[in-house]
C-alpha cells in the first residue's frame, strides 16, 4: 500500500493506492475491503466539514488495522530470493498435503498468515526471514 493514500480532499483505494494481495498479486478483496474504509473516513470528513489531509490520515490507520500482521509477513516473504520461496512453497504444498493442513494453506493464498502460520508453512524461514 502507499505511504500516504490520501491527500486534501482525497482518499486513494485498490489498484490506485497499490492495495493487492502482495504473494499472489489479486485485487478486488483488497479494493472492497478499503473502499468500506475509505468511505466511513470520507463520510466522517464531511460531516464534520474538514477533509483535509490531516483529517483523512485516520483511514491509513483502519487499512492497517484490517490488513495486521499478514501484510507484515507477506513483506518479509517478499525478501525471500526467488528459487529459495519457490522451492521452500513447493516443498510446503507437499507437506500441507500429507498433514491435511489445507486451513494452512489457504491462509497463505488469501495472504492472512500471521507469523506463527508462515513459520508453520516455511519453518526453514524462521530466523531467516521470518
Do not use: H
Not at 40 to 65: M, Q
Not at 81 to 88: D, I, K, R, S
Not at 96 to 107: A, C, R, Y
Request: net charge negative; aromatic share 10%; charged share 30%.
Amino acid at each position: 500500500m502507499l505511504e500516504k493514500p490520501y491527500s486534501d480532499g482525497l482518499i486513494l483505494a485498490g489498484d490506485s493506492a497499490g492495495q493487492a494481495g502482495m504473494l499472489l498479486g489479486e485485487g478486488i478483496r483488497y479494493a472492497m475491503e478499503f473502499g468500506k474504509r475509505a468511505g466511513i473516513t470520507a463520510t466522517e470528513a464531511l460531516e464534520v466539514g474538514d477533509c483535509s489531509a490531516s483529517r483523512l490520515k485516520r483511514y491509513v490507520k483502519r487499512c492497517k488495522d484490517y490488513s495486521g500482521e499478514s501484510s507484515e509477513v507477506a513483506r518479509e516473504l517478499l525478501k525471500v530470493p526467488t528459487n529459495e520461496y519457490w522451492e521452500a512453497l513447493i516443498d510446503a504444498i507437499n507437506r500441507v498435503k500429507g498433514e491435511d493442513k489445507s486451513d494452512l494453506f489457504l491462509k497463505y493464498l488469501k495472504s492472512e498468515m500471521n507469523y506463527e502460520d508462515a513459520k508453520q508453512l516455511f519453518p526453514s524461514f524462521e530466523g531467516k526471514y521470518l
